[in-house]
């Protein structure tokens, strides 16, 4: 089956500092993998999304992600967080059996201190 | 271009108590899903309607149901409430064609408390 494990619940950096959001996939054939964020009270943005093109992936705000096949990886990068960056962050595989369904990891929450 | 939108903001109800949300999608999409998030967790799938049936369904019980309308508006019902039912109710629109993908767009949710 389909799924994401992030594999961070809470990361913490400096305003200015770099980003790494990490999400490991489990997959049989090549995924659909996004990125959405959501600020506190607020509905889900979609940061980027990867679709079997380009491997290296960009995103709105600055962020973007790597899929890595021999890593079943993807995760998040920025370089240089800012204090709007703050939120929680979540990995998402997309199941297509037939419908589409969004499968979401259980997120990580980034903190960022001036 | 009008983007995903849920009513009500904020929902309590009691315990067997029946509640519906509502949900209006982005202009020109044909497809809503309805997602949970409980406190702390991430969101899980509970249905897509396309085209006004039901094409998917994720591992809710029969008393979540919904429906959507000729306009691609949707609701979610929730029968006999139970204090788990507690979350914040996400509904997403998508253009679902052919070509694909289908990217989804969510809206603010809808907050329901259960006492």
């Known amino acids: 089956a389909q799924s994401v494990t992030q594999l961070d619940s809470h990361v913490s950096v400096s305003e200015g500092t770099p980003v790494l959001l990490r999400c490991n996939y489990s997959s049989s054939y090549s995924p659909s993998l996004f990125w959405y964020v959501q600020h506190p009270n607020k509905g889900l943005q979609l940061l980027l999304k990867y679709t079997s093109a380009a491997t290296l992936v960009k995103g709105i705000n600055g962020f973007e992600a790597e899929f890595k096949k021999s890593e079943t990886s993807f995760h998040l990068t920025k370089p240089s967080a800012h204090m709007s960056d703050a939120a929680e962050y979540f990995c998402?595989?997309?199941?297509?059996?037939?419908?589409?369904?969004?499968?979401f990891g259980t997120g990580t929450r980034l903190l960022v201190s001036p | 271009e009008t983007g995903v939108t849920q009513s009500p903001t904020h929902l309590i109800k009691t315990r067997g108590q029946q509640v519906t949300l509502r949900c209006s999608s982005q202009?020109?999409?044909?497809?809503v899903s309805w997602y949970q998030q409980a406190l702390g967790q991430g969101p899980q799938f509970i249905f897509q309607?396309?085209?006004?049936?039901?094409?998917g369904r994720g591992n809710f019980p029969p008393r979540f149901s919904g429906l959507q309308f000729p306009n691609y508006s949707s609701e979610l019902n929730v029968n006999a409430l139970e204090l788990d039912d507690s979350a914040l109710y996400l509904c997403?629109?998508?253009?679902?064609?052919?070509?694909?993908?289908?990217?989804?767009?969510f809206g603010p949710g809808t907050r329901l408390t259960v006492t």
């Open positions: 998402v595989v997309r199941l297509n059996t037939g419908f589409q369904k969004l499968v």
């Open positions: 309607y396309y085209r006004e049936e039901e094409n």
């Open positions: 997403a629109s998508s253009l679902d064609w052919a070509g694909g993908p289908y990217e989804q767009y």
């Open positions: 202009s020109g999409h044909n497809t």
